[in-house]
């Protein structure tokens, strides 16, 4: 039995000896924690387990209360579903934290950044905080970083003020607070297929119904598709139009200016995943759907996880209509972002040479795409279609319809290689004969033997 089901029976025994009774609040998600020596996500997934059950009900912005007698045990089967995606998902992330060669990775190679740089930053910025400074970089987080931030779109032609960004413990919490306010349960929203795993576990674990749109590696978003959805009266959609999580493609210009037309058309809100824009290989960086929004509809949210410093957790919201409604949320939620890490980084911004780094990571990323890549098309099959973005560093892998990875996954983990299997990346399982595998990684190695391992692996499951 896994901790969370041990915690949720636990309740469930509180609650018949009436420690609790029906209609009463259990303690936070964070108290909880605490209380238990478990981590949060452990908690919030036993009160899922014991709401899907009809143990517990919850109250947007209030908390877990504890439900009647005659509800418990009549609520429908979709909550297991999400709790066997969000066990699922675990055991990937996991894998990818054990293995020796992590293709499935979401992180970039930690080796391309500059931790001693930023350390020395984070050192610098922590001698001069005052007392007040953790008062202070509360929502909407530290105004020094916000300014800055705003200062790069305005360079890259996108009208963003200062006071239009909230500071989040990085995308993903940005994300999911967009999706917090624009959506309530129950709500439809618009994920694309494929899609990044994290849209996927977001939207279940905040009980959704959820249209996939495809996104083709090769043609991009099909804009017929997404008019049907919006027109169907779906309340947000989330999207990643720039080197998009798992296929890596960029929309062109007028696809996105479409996309922001159409959400204007039907009132939908657009959520905007903008993590990889600054890993573009090309000569300028790709707009954000944010560039054509003149009705504030965007929700664009970014990080410098991908860019910068991963583990810092440092992302941010961008909207000015929504932005008290996002504060509220993360003031309930998270309370805030680390200041002494947004200080540090602002620090950073204001003394380094930003845009020399990325010019040097960029040119990295790209000779280790093209070199990994090329070692995939002598060692894969012909019939595999390699799709390399310009921008990013995931490659997305198709093999034929019949093909499964989830069984290549499963033996190479056991190997100490780990892989993004397809059928993470969907709700259908319309893309079991695909693979994401990160190549921000030198091909020497570990690395090299690993895309031999793959290859061999794949050519015994084609015979």
Not at 73 to 101: K, W
Request: aromatic residues 8%; negative net charge.
């Amino acid at each position: 039995m896994n901790r969370y089901q041990q915690l949720a029976n636990d309740i469930k025994q509180q609650i018949e000896n009436n420690t609790w009774r029906a209609g009463e609040k259990i303690p936070s998600v964070r108290m909880s924690s605490r209380n238990y020596s478990v981590s949060a996500a452990t908690v919030l997934q036993a009160y899922q387990l014991l709401e899907s059950e009809g143990w517990l009900t919850a109250k947007p912005q209030s908390g877990y209360f504890v439900t009647a007698v005659i509800e418990r045990g009549t609520q429908a089967v979709a909550p297991d579903i999400r709790l066997a995606y969000n066990d699922e998902l675990c055991e990937f992330l996991h894998s990818n934290m054990e293995a020796r060669t992590s293709f499935g990775s979401p992180l970039p190679d930690p080796q391309l950044y500059p931790f001693e740089t930023l350390t020395r930053h984070l050192a610098s910025a922590g001698r001069k905080m005052s007392s007040q400074s953790i008062i202070q970089d509360m929502p909407p987080g530290n105004e020094s970083l916000r300014r800055l931030i705003a200062q790069r779109y305005l360079s890259q032609g996108v009208k963003v003020l200062a006071e239009d960004i909230v500071i989040t413990s990085g995308a993903m919490e940005a994300l999911n607070l967009s999706l917090q306010v624009s959506t309530q349960a129950e709500d439809s929203i618009v994920i694309e297929s494929p899609a990044f795993y994290g849209a996927i576990q977001a939207a279940k674990r905040h009980n959704l119904s959820v249209k996939e749109v495809a996104m083709d590696p090769m043609n991009g978003l099909c804009l017929s598709e997404l008019e049907k959805c919006f027109s169907e009266g779906v309340k947000a959609c989330w999207l990643m139009p720039n080197f998009h999580n798992p296929t890596g493609v960029t929309l062109d210009d007028e696809t996105k200016q479409s996309i922001v037309e159409l959400a204007n058309r039907y009132q939908v809100t657009l959520i905007e995943d903008d993590v990889y824009s600054e890993l573009y290989f090309g000569e300028q960086k790709p707009k954000p759907l944010k560039y054509w929004d003149e009705e504030d509809r965007v929700l664009m949210c970014g990080s410098f996880s991908k860019s910068l410093c991963p583990g810092y957790r440092i992302g941010w919201v961008v909207n000015r209509s929504l932005s008290a409604k996002v504060q509220k949320q993360q003031l309930i939620s998270t309370l805030s972002g680390s200041s002494p890490i947004q200080q540090g980084i602002a620090h950073y911004l204001q003394f380094e040479s930003y845009d020399s780094h990325l010019r040097k990571l960029r040119r990295e990323l790209s000779t280790r795409q093209q070199l990994l890549v090329d070692k995939l098309k002598v060692t894969l099959p012909e019939s595999c279609q390699i799709h390399a973005p310009q921008g990013g560093y995931f490659v997305w892998l198709e093999f034929d319809k019949g093909f499964d990875t989830f069984p290549l996954f499963e033996q190479l983990k056991k190997e100490g290689i780990s892989v993004g299997y397809g059928s993470l990346f969907s709700t259908q399982q319309q893309h079991k004969h695909c693979l994401r595998l990160n190549v921000s990684f030198e091909c020497i190695g570990d690395v090299d033997a690993a895309i031999c391992r793959l290859a061999e692996l794949v050519a015994q499951r084609h015979e």
